[in-house]
């Protein structure tokens, strides 16, 4: 198939959810769905730009190589939040299918080649209760609040149903919910395929412990996307602020670096041109309430590189204090057009620059 006929499919793929369910890849259901070890098969992508695997520099950023992930299992895809510990190995993911996965990454050198001991569960509620609507357990965004992720508790973010809830991690996976933060009165008018798609919180800075959240698309009377900060963490209120929108992107997922500075993951799609998705580093001085926030693009592409519906990001630092940023695509359990890719990229904190307020 030529480029143009597969770029209209996969865009017709990634609209389907939200303008024609009908037509639209089923998310599987969760009865019988146990928590479980899996088998994953993991491919390396040594490139990231088509054709030109030597290029590794992108920008400001360095590839550091990237997974395309395939599993037999039912409820494997749909892959929306993502965290990784501090030491770059052990994760977990949430997906809108209502399912989390736990693993370990596998490097060779400071290379991504793979994955092991992966484990695989529903998403519950309070009380250890399952989700059997689709629309409670639509899952969105993923972050580590305390602790690590075979210890501690972290937060998720859920669409239609909108929510953003305090889970228990441990080395045995993603437990019950003990909790949710306060509901911002926007909420309610969010289109239910349009809200909670990022949440983050602020490692460093004047605004360590802020709970920062963003809806995919709803904008505001200038077009531009809407989020909200919670300054008292778990206990805050919430406080609006926003994002400049740039062209037809929406967003798909916020994370920290060390100094409090975030990284916005967006997403755009179009009838012709297809998936694209870019990255945009927001410095720390700007994050208060109230802000209309922008800032530098760190990186902006299109099919022409290996990318799909990438809708996760995670952050950790590298043995050199680099950050390392790491993607993840949400096939919508479509694996005839889309694929499940995990894509790291190293950034040189030395070398950002100020961003624009």
């Not at 998936?275 to 760190?298: F, N, Y």
Request: net charge positive.
């Amino acid at each position: 198939m030529q480029r143009g006929v597969i770029a209209a499919a996969l865009a017709i793929a990634l609209a389907l959810p939200a303008t024609a369910p009908v037509l639209a890849e089923p998310k599987p259901g969760v009865r019988g769905f146990i928590t479980e070890a899996i088998e994953v098969e993991a491919k390396r992508l040594d490139g990231f730009e088509r054709g030109n695997a030597s290029r590794q520099k992108f920008g400001k950023l360095e590839y550091r190589g990237g997974l395309v992930l395939n599993s037999s299992s039912t409820n494997f895809g749909g892959w929306s939040g993502l965290e990784i510990d501090p030491d770059g190995r052990r994760y977990v993911a949430v997906g809108d299918g209502g399912a989390w996965m736990t693993g370990e990454l596998v490097y060779d050198g400071n290379r991504l080649k793979g994955i092991k001991s992966v484990r695989q569960g529903p998403i519950l509620g309070v009380g250890g209760k399952r989700l059997p609507n689709e629309r409670d357990r639509d899952a969105e965004g993923l972050r580590l609040l305390e602790g690590t992720l075979a210890k501690g508790s972290v937060l998720v973010s859920f669409e239609q149903n909108h929510r953003i809830g305090r889970f228990v991690v441990d080395d045995k996976g993603l437990q019950q919910p003990t909790g949710y933060i306060k509901r911002a009165p926007e909420w309610s008018r969010i289109f239910r395929n349009r809200s909670l798609e990022a949440v983050a919180v602020l490692r460093g800075g004047p605004g360590k412990g802020a709970i920062v959240a963003f809806a995919e698309k709803l904008l505001d009377p200038a077009g531009d996307h809407t989020g909200w900060i919670w300054t008292g963490g778990l206990n805050g209120e919430p406080q609006r602020l926003g994002l400049r929108r740039i062209g037809e992107f929406d967003i798909t997922d916020a994370a920290s670096l060390p100094d409090g500075s975030l990284v916005v993951l967006e997403r755009s799609f179009g009838w012709l041109s297809g998936v694209k998705m870019r990255l945009r580093l927001i410095k720390q001085a700007a994050i208060k309430p109230g802000a209309l926030l922008d800032g530098e693009v760190l990186l902006e592409a299109d099919m022409s590189y290996e990318i799909d519906n990438m809708e996760a990001l995670a952050i950790h630092q590298g043995a050199r204090g680099e950050a390392i940023l790491t993607l993840a695509s949400d096939n919508n359990f479509n694996g005839f057009l889309q694929r499940t890719l995990v894509l790291q990229f190293s950034l040189s904190l030395d070398r950002v620059s100020s961003a624009r307020h």
